[in-house]
């Protein structure tokens, strides 16, 4: 069972770089499969953030893009997020999976989120 | 950009059936994926391609795509699948993973 579970800091301060790890147990993320990033917010609803496949391309976001580097720690079994210049607009629960494929992409195991917020 | 619509909430009695509509401009050329989400846990893939059922989803959930308009549909309601669905595509011309806003489901 392939089980993903986010961690990181709670609080960020407006104009730092948020840094997130997933870590994920039951599959070796370096055998296949994109690994990346979602978030929720109230006001967003459900926001793509990128994506990233072991030893192959990203994709991110296009809104997002400036901002956004997903990269792979396959000895650790992790994958991780930075998201520089956080504003609140950035204050969401993040949430990791797996992603089956890209362009088409949809998302078939999540870890249970972890709320971030932005604010001095 | 691309839209996706749902209704903010559908109510159904246990046993009958409940469609969770989501629209969008030509949403029949485009794969459609469901989530359901219980408060304070992850979204829960339950269909994916328009109409396939991931292992260990119920039989009762399934999918349809046509036009402009995806539809969720569970079948013999249980008061486990009081949830929210959010329906999802890709659009190709933007390059935009989109998310419907969801469509909060109780059961009666």
């Known amino acids: 069972q392939v089980q993903l579970q986010e961690s990181g800091p709670g609080l960020v301060k407006p104009s730092e770089t948020l840094s997130l790890t997933c870590s994920v147990s039951?599959?070796?993320?370096?055998?296949?499969?994109?690994w990346g990033w979602i978030r929720q917010s109230p006001g967003k609803g459900l926001e793509y953030i990128g994506s990233i496949f072991h030893g192959g391309p990203t994709y991110y976001n296009p809104s997002l893009k400036s901002r956004v580097t997903v990269s792979l720690d396959t000895s650790n079994n992790q994958f991780s997020l930075r998201l520089s210049s956080m504003t609140a607009a950035d204050t969401a629960v993040y949430f990791c999976a797996r992603v089956p494929v890209v362009r088409p992409y949809y998302f078939d195991y999540w870890g249970q989120g972890t709320l971030v917020a932005v604010s001095s | 950009s691309y839209v996706l619509t749902q209704a903010p909430s559908v109510s159904v009695a246990p046993g009958k059936t409940a469609r969770i509509t989501c629209g969008g401009n030509n949403i029949g050329g485009k794969s459609v994926h469901w989530y359901q989400q219980k408060p304070g846990q992850a979204p829960v893939l339950v269909i994916y391609?328009?109409?396939e059922r991931p292992s260990g989803i119920p039989q009762r959930f399934s999918g349809s795509n046509s036009e402009n308009t995806a539809t969720l549909t569970i079948s013999g309601v249980e008061a486990e699948d009081e949830a929210d669905y959010f329906c999802?595509?890709?659009?190709?011309?933007?390059?935009?993973?989109?998310f419907g806003g969801g469509t909060k489901l109780t059961v009666l």
């Open positions: 999802q595509v890709w659009d190709s011309t933007s390059d935009h993973v989109v």
């Open positions: 039951g599959y070796s993320i370096g055998t296949g499969f994109y």
């Open positions: 391609y328009d109409r």
